[in-house]
């Protein structure tokens, strides 16, 4: 595991930085309910009163609002559907609300609740000499405690919804299923603390959403998060991961192996096998070399040169294993990487297309290579794997199916720019809890990624061990 600093959230200008302190955490803000999209703002006022009164000052008074509303037969606690009464009956409706509430508690919402959505619960509540900085902030305060539905106060949201249906006698409690009415008659005298709630806020909550479906409009919500979504600035989390210092210790012991084998194999040195074996090795120690040199092991190009080492070293294993079966393996791994050679370059040289000057493509080198093993016009052009074997079957085949399956197909995504890796890195989310949770692009490449130098680590350790057979090794590598 990478040493992740636990330390508190760290403000840089406007992004706060995270402490990631578990997946889980993060995963579990991350799953939206239908709550918090579709149910949440129509309920936000109850939220409000809850909040700033507290849980019993507030629930005393939202039972007797809901005992007065009865008397004028306007027991509804969605906001949509007291919109919807004529602006006679919402006036009373927020005059008995304002018997037991103060009208700055409810303020905040004029903020989104603008005359053109209602006219009057805006002329109810807005003042003149409102903050909206404080007031919009007093919003996304509200927004980011309830927007799990599993948070403590989604919960008391839910049982004052609750209670608005046994009173509009639109919940029944049948007496077999003794634990509703229990639940309901007991929870706004326990705290959250008590052992009991955690029976209780389940029940409360399921409850809920028997009855809420039929009588949210989606699309008020949508409104409301909209303008709120408007008003308010993103703010980008990012995940920065520690740059790994303590894997330095494997680098030195596989580049002091690596000058060993410089140093020996004089014996060796002109064998095909040999130079294709040791070039991959050397190929593979190359890249690794490189991602720590140029510390890219939290960058995007790390992962993409981890998926290389990896297929480089997989061509390894399998040349190997083929051996005995097809003794000019080596052989046909060289010429058919001439092959690919020559067609990029034939094309070039007979002007089928032209590249800069200073393109990395420089085409007389590309021909020299081509004929250093025979003269190309013996090199056979073959476009389809150098055995005809896919990437996937050559992991299967040297027993590595989890290389294949998470390794690979995890840097297959960085290498291909697909959606997930973009998400990964570079783009970040975004806290403001009337977003939403959308992402943002990382414009100015805030995010890292956790480092691949272990994997790499893993994947120079198989290439030795593959290649252990063939090669001597020095006496202080343990293979
Ligand atoms: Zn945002």
């Known amino acids: 595991m990478d040493k992740i600093e636990l330390s508190k959230h760290k403000k840089q200008g406007d992004t706060l ?9 993060l995963g579990a803000k991350l799953s939206l309910s239908s709550w918090a999209r579709c149910w949440l ?7 409000l009163i809850i909040r700033k009164q507290g849980r019993k000052k507030g629930f005393e008074n939202m039972y007797h609002i809901i005992e007065e509303l009865k008397d004028e037969d306007m027991v509804i606690p969605q906001l949509s559907k007291i919109f919807g009464l004529s602006a006679e009956q919402q006036r009373k409706y927020w005059s008995i609300v304002t018997r037991y509430v103060e009208k700055n508690i409810l303020l905040p919402l004029t903020v989104v609740i603008t005359s053109d959505i209602n006219e009057t619960f805006y002329d109810s509540f807005y003042d003149f000499s409102i903050n909206v900085d404080e007031n919009i902030s007093e919003l996304l305060n509200i927004a980011n405690e309830t927007n799990r539905f599993h948070d403590e106060l ?8 609750d209670w608005f249906y046994i009173q509009n006698g639109r919940l029944y409690i049948s007496n ?48 409301i998060w909209k303008v709120l979504g408007k008003i308010s600035e993103c703010n980008p989390l990012v995940i920065v991961w520690d740059e790994e210092k303590e894997k330095m210790e494997f680098y030195e012991i596989a580049k002091q192996t690596i000058e060993y084998f410089a140093a020996n194999n004089e014996d060796k040195k002109m064998e095909t096998k040999y130079s294709v ?49 097809v003794p000019d393996v080596y052989d046909r791994f060289k010429a058919y990487g001439n092959g690919k050679y020559k067609l990029v370059m034939a094309k070039l040289r007979e002007e089928k297309y032209t590249v800069s ?29 150098f055995d005809k074997t896919s990437v996937r079957a050559k992991f299967k085949k040297c027993g590595e199916d989890e290389l294949y399956e998470i390794y690979y197909e995890y840097a297959t995504n960085f290498a291909h720019g697909i959606w997930g890796a973009i ?23 805030e995010q890292n990624l956790r480092s691949v130098l272990s994997d790499c680590e893993m994947v120079m350790k198989k290439t030795f061990e593959a290649i252990a057979d063939y090669i001597e090794f020095p006496e202080f590598y343990n293979i």
């Open 277 to 325: 074996i040791m070039g991959m090795t050397c190929y593979i120690y190359r890249i690794y070399q490189e991602i720590i040199e140029k510390q890219m092991q939290n960058n995007i190009s790390g992962r993409i040169l981890f998926r290389t080492m990896l297929e480089t070293y997989i061509n390894l294993k399998y040349m190997m294993q083929q051996e005995d079966e």
């Open 41 to 47: 703002p129509e309920f936000l006022w109850i939220g």
């Open 17 to 25: 930085y995270t402490p990631f302190t578990s997946p889980s955490g």
């Open 154 to 161: 989604s919960t008391d949201i839910c049982f004052i919804v």
């Open 176 to 223: 077999e299923i003794d634990i509703v009415p229990t639940a309901l008659s007991e929870y706004y005298k326990c705290n959250h603390e008590d052992e009991a709630m955690r029976i209780y806020r389940p029940v409360i909550r399921s409850t809920f959403q028997g009855l809420c479906n039929l009588d949210c409009s989606k699309e008020f919500s949508e409104k």
């Open 423 to 445: 998400r990964e890195s570079s783009m970040l989310i975004c806290d403001n809890p009337a977003h939403i949770y959308h992402c943002v692009p990382d414009y100015h490449a």
């Open 357 to 385: 000057d200073d393109s990395q493509i420089d085409e007389r080198i590309m021909e020299l290579m081509v004929n250093e093993d025979m003269d190309e016009a013996f090199v056979n052009i073959s476009i389809g794997y």
